[in-house]
């Protein structure tokens, strides 16, 4: 057989993806496991946004739209950035895409050539590190530590840039540490980035989910950076909406029509009847959202005292998202009589077969010390599961 693609021979399966199909497939064989991996909301899409594309079903919208996305779903965009953002848009500036993941890809592809370098935070989404190689580019990662609440300063930034720097791709709120960057700080962050030749592509798609009277500020908005910041966005988190696949990104006219070449050769337009929904979700204002953001806000309160109470584990306040990142390392050379623990993957390996508990491993986000504990889930699962991480962990001496 001839020789597979190099490059993708390079590219890994998506870690987080991996493992909920194992849990699945334990769940399957009758195994009652609890899984935190889950990188979606619990709840269900809400109604108003359902019988949209129920409406769009009936009334036949279901042939191809525009590559770039309907007319009616460009408006509704357009409105969204500039009543929650700031951000001012034609339509030439914005490209739907088949979820926020897709719109990442389809922009680094746009921007990057061989040898470019992209840099972003550690720990960061697993997907970053895969789509910069596929787009022929090189990561360069700034670490960062849950005493400056995993988050980055200006004096950092400024040292990884170099002259083959072409993007910063920066995500606030952060998965997986929940990190939210504060208007003070992205302006301090700007300040560097103003001097700088190089573009920001900007992950929000964790806008809606922040806590603590937190204020979501988007990087694309100061002036001096209008022009080079492509923000990214979408409804996957905010409405529960992650199987529906709409995401979005808007910007810079020539970067979004090369993104917008891409897709016209690859995947086409999102799906029609997805976008029909995603209009309602972001023209029709819905309470359920901010329920579903008090709830997420409980749960996390609740998980944080409840984890910070296990001996050796030490775990900071997230101000978004909804994920715990949280230091597993005091438990690294503890041992029960058939288990030695030694980095986050073996840690969250003995959870999933002593306690059947699914976390994910750090270092599929470049972290080896913490694992990621998502708390899109129910009370009574998040209670269960906090009682079997305790007595696995009171086994390992
Ligand atoms: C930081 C981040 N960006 C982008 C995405 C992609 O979202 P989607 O493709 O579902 O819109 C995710 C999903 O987990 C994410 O965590």
């Not at 848009?89 to 680094?108: M, R």
């Not at 937190?214 to 001096?224: C, D, L, N, T, V």
């Not at 950076?225 to 529906?244: C, E, H, P």
Request: hydrophobic share 40%; with cysteine; proline share 3%.
């Amino acid at each position: 057989m001839s020789s597979l693609s190099e490059l993708l021979l390079n590219v890994g399966e998506s870690r987080t993806m991996a493992l909920s199909a194992l849990i699945k497939k334990l769940r399957a064989e009758g195994n009652d496991v609890l899984s935190f991996t889950a990188g979606e909301p619990d709840f269900d899409t809400p109604e108003f946004i359902k019988k949209a594309a129920i409406k769009a079903i009936h009334g036949n919208f279901t042939r191809y739209t525009a590559n770039e996305g309907s007319p009616e779903l460009l408006k509704a965009i357009i409105e969204k950035f500039s009543k929650d953002n700031d951000l001012h848009f034609e339509q030439k500036n914005i490209l739907v895409s088949s979820g926020a993941k897709h719109a990442i890809y389809n922009v680094l592809m746009a921007l990057c050539n061989p040898g470019d370098e992209v840099i972003y935070q550690s720990p960061y989404w697993v997907s970053y590190p895969e789509m910069v190689k596929l787009a022929g580019a090189r990561s360069v990662t700034i670490e960062t530590h849950a005493e400056q609440n995993f988050k980055i300063t200006p004096d950092l930034l400024e040292k990884a840039i170099t002259p083959k720097t072409k993007v910063f791709l920066f995500n606030t709120p952060s998965n997986p540490t929940g990190a939210v960057y504060s208007k003070e700080e992205i302006l301090a962050l700007a300040e560097v980035l103003k001097k700088k030749d190089i573009f920001i592509v900007s992950d929000e798609i964790y806008e809606k989910i922040v806590f603590d009277n937190e204020k979501h500020f988007a990087i694309g908005s100061i002036e001096e950076l209008r022009d080079k910041t492509i923000t990214i966005n979408g409804v996957s988190k905010a409405y529960a909406m992650t199987g529906w696949r709409i995401g979005y990104a808007a910007g810079n006219e020539n970067v979004i029509r090369l993104a917008r070449n891409l897709q016209s050769h690859s995947t086409s337009n999102a799906c029609s009847i997805s976008q029909a929904a995603t209009v309602a979700a972001l023209t029709q204002h819905s309470e359920e959202i901010e329920k579903m953001v008090v709830s997420f806000q409980k749960r996390r309160d609740f998980i944080v005292e409840e984890l910070n109470r296990i001996d050796g584990i030490h775990c900071p306040l997230p101000k978004g998202a909804f994920y715990i990142f949280f230091d597993v390392g005091k438990f690294y050379g503890k041992t029960t009589n058939h288990t030695t623990i030694f980095d986050s993957s073996s840690f969250c390996d003995y959870l999933l077969k002593e306690e059947l508990v699914g976390l994910v491993p750090g270092i599929a986000f470049g972290n080896d010390n913490c694992v990621r504990m998502s708390y899109a889930c129910s009370y009574e699962e998040i209670f269960a599961g906090i009682t079997r991480i305790k007595r696995a962990v009171k086994k390992l001496v």
